[in-house]
């Protein structure tokens, strides 16, 4: 399996463009999958730059319905005939709400309706090809991220919080052993893991991927998780004993430091270029 990351804010390659996002790129045994397309067609520039053909993937997955993870789908669909995979609970009509003010933070409504063929959704954990699966079935005893405070999402005319029924995690079946992909985890990286675990009795875990959502309020260095609760996600995640956590995006630099200072060696963050396989 061979993971190449498209999109991030910070970069591990030279020459290659930065956003706000996340998109990952799954070649895995005769499949192409991309997972996320970040904020805008910049995961499609860097995977020109990478050599990561976007023409030859087989389908897209939409980790959950924020654009920064969605944002690229109007590029994705002009530029390949792949079908996009995607929770049912799939919505454009998510805020962030600081104080009074409140900024959209949801995909374009006007895409999905435009392209309404091209979009496959799921209500419940699906194998999607041989050894692929959509995980929705995604609870545990971990709070949510603190973070999520800020997000809502509107219903009946006002804002509620943002329970992320549109919020999906990605699981390959590697060899026996389970690669689990998350774009923000805002059900808790935890729970996303413990779900995984459930779904597949008895499989360990090979990797973890993705992002954290270790963020708070988006002004730069502020985190929404304390020290303590991120060396406490460390440490549980530590004890699973997973060979390989590479994460992204939400998790920010500053909780990536964090982490790794309880989580210790066998844990990478992995910039816009980052390539490696498992």
């Known amino acids: 399996m061979k993971i190449t990351v498209l999109v991030d804010h910070e970069a591990s390659s030279d020459g290659i463009g930065t956003e ?14 991309l997972f996320d397309m970040g904020t805008s067609g910049l995961f499609a520039d860097n995977a020109r730059l990478l050599g990561v053909p976007i023409g030859d993937v087989e389908f897209a997955v939409l980790s959950h319905s924020h654009a920064d993870h969605g944002g690229g789908l109007s590029r994705f669909l002009s530029d390949t005939d792949a079908p996009v995979w995607a929770r049912a609970g799939i919505t454009p009509d998510l805020f962030m709400k600081l104080g009074p003010v409140r900024r959209r933070v949801g995909i374009d409504a006007a895409v999905v309706a ?3 063929d091209r979009f496959r959704f799921v209500e419940r954990d699906t194998e999607v090809a041989p050894g692929v699966h959509l995980l929705t079935d995604i609870s545990g005893d971990v709070p949510a991220p603190r973070g999520n405070r800020v997000l809502m999402r509107e219903e009946d005319g006002r804002l509620v919080p943002d329970d992320f029924r549109h919020e999906l995690a990605l699981v390959i079946e590697d060899e026996g052993e389970l690669v689990v992909f998350t774009g923000c985890s805002h059900h808790g990286v935890l729970n996303i893991v413990a779900s995984a675990c459930r779904a597949f009795p008895g499989r360990p875990l090979k990797a973890l991927i993705g992002g954290f959502h270790f963020m708070g309020i988006p002004i730069a260095g502020l985190l929404g998780d304390s020290d303590a609760a991120i060396e406490e996600v460390a440490g549980r995640l530590r004890a699973l004993e997973i060979p390989h956590v590479v994460t992204m995006h939400c998790t920010t630099r500053k909780g990536y430091e964090t982490l790794r200072q309880t989580y210790g060696p066998g844990i990478a963050y992995a910039g816009a270029g980052a390539s490696f396989e498992l």
Do not use: F, T
Request: charged share 20%; aromatic share 12%; net charge negative.
């Open 20 to 33: 706000w996002g996340a998109s990952i790129h799954i070649g895995w045994r005769e499949h192409s999958i």
């Open 114 to 116: 435009d392209n309404a």
